[in-house]
């Protein structure tokens, strides 16, 4: 059974960057042929795709969101990484992490975090 589990970064304020880290057990993220990816669902709006890291650490970023975001693996504790620049207010949203097949379809996923964009 494979869990995933997202940091709690809290508020976060206009500016700065946003660091979320989400934890993966029970597959590892260097198994061939699985994606690891980020999604997001700002309030009364649907899932947007973000990016993803691949099994062999390849990158991939929606054209909307490629100049901010930045996605990162560390294979020794099994998790990966979301970075996101420059937020603005209209990043506020439920963050997820997921495991997306090469074919496109998400099996797992996190229970997602609250991020809120604020002064």
């Known amino acids: 059974q494979v869990q995933l589990q997202e940091s709690d970064p809290g508020l976060v304020k206009p500016s700065q960057t946003l660091s979320l880290t989400c934890t993966v057990s029970?597959?590892?993220?260097?198994?061939?042929?699985?994606?690891w990816s980020w999604i997001r669902q700002p309030p009364g709006k649907g899932l947007e795709w973000m990016g993803a890291?691949?099994?062999?650490?390849?990158?991939y970023y929606s054209s909307s969101l490629k100049t901010r975001t930045s996605i990162a693996r560390d294979t020794s504790r099994n998790r990966f990484s979301l970075q996101l620049s420059s937020v603005i207010p209209e990043d506020t949203a439920v963050y997820y992490c997921?495991?997306?097949?090469?074919?496109?379809?998400?099996?797992?996923w996190g229970q997602g975090t609250q991020v809120t964009v604020s002064s």
């Open positions: 997921a495991r997306e097949t090469w074919w496109g379809s998400f099996g797992s």
């Open positions: 890291i691949g099994y062999d650490g390849s990158t």
């Open positions: 029970g597959a590892s993220i260097t198994t061939s042929y699985y994606y």
